[in-house]
């Protein structure tokens, strides 16, 4: 069965950057879609971007000045790093496994439980 | 502001049908398959409906999806309390090249 957990600090300053990590267990990293989802306070999801096991990325155009998704495969871990914060980008961030031929058809079979990340000083 | 559209809320009593419509456009549900999502109070979302009318193994035939044109539709029949959640549809826009999710609907079983 796999799993995946968030991990990263819970409080992050305005205009610091946000890093968090998706540790991938009971299966391999190999293969499938990586994603970054987030929700905030009392609000709907926002797809934050995806990273292919071969490293390859794409990220929501409303965000991707900011975001770097990276992959490391040796530790079955792949990481988001979140540019420039303000309170807008508190919220719970979700990663989550993306199955599917191609992207397009794709879809998010396993789910992080998600970590709440603050921005405030 | 998402580019696939619920209706805020959708309630009905016990054993009633309810249905959830997601409104959207050729460049998204027009081309690729719809998702759909359960989210319960407080936990993370669970894939309800794949490739507009699937079921993972384990959710229960009581919910059914579909699809027509630029419009996906997910039908609860035979509505019970554990029902009770957010339910979010998910597709692909080629014109964003990104995952877009619908704008949520609350279902409250009366």
């Known amino acids: 069965q796999v799993q995946l957990q968030e991990s990263g600090p819970g409080l992050v300053k305005p205009s610091e950057t946000l890093s968090l990590t998706c540790t991938v267990s009971g299966g391999s990293i190999d293969t499938y879609y990586w994603n970054w989802i987030r929700q905030s306070p009392g609000r709907g999801l926002e797809w934050i971007g995806y990273?292919?096991?071969?490293?390859?990325?794409t990220y929501n155009p409303s965000l991707k000045s900011r975001i770097t998704i990276s992959v490391d495969t040796s530790k079955n871990q792949f990481s988001l790093r979140l540019s420039s914060v303000t309170s807008a980008d508190t919220a719970v961030y979700y990663c989550?496994?993306?199955?599917?031929?191609?992207?397009?058809?794709?879809?998010?079979?396993?789910w992080g439980q998600g970590t709440t990340v603050t921005v405030s000083s | 502001q998402s580019v696939l559209t619920q209706p805020p809320s959708a309630s009905g009593t016990p054993g009633q049908r309810v249905t959830i419509s997601c409104s959207g456009s050729s460049s998204n549900i027009g081309t690729n398959t719809v998702n759909w999502y359960q989210q319960l109070p407080g936990t993370a979302p669970k894939v309800l409906i794949y490739?507009?009318?699937q079921r993972p193994s384990g959710v229960p035939d009581r919910f059914s999806g579909s699809k027509s044109g630029t419009s996906a539709s997910l039908a609860i029949s035979g509505l019970q309390s554990e029902d009770e959640a957010d339910y979010y549809c998910a597709t692909w826009d080629d014109s964003l090249n990104g995952q877009v999710f619908g704008t949520g609907t609350k279902v409250t079983v009366l």
């Open positions: 989550a496994r993306g199955q599917g031929v191609v992207v397009q058809f794709s879809f998010m079979d396993v």
């Open positions: 990273i292919y096991y071969s490293g390859s990325t």
């Open positions: 490739d507009n009318n």
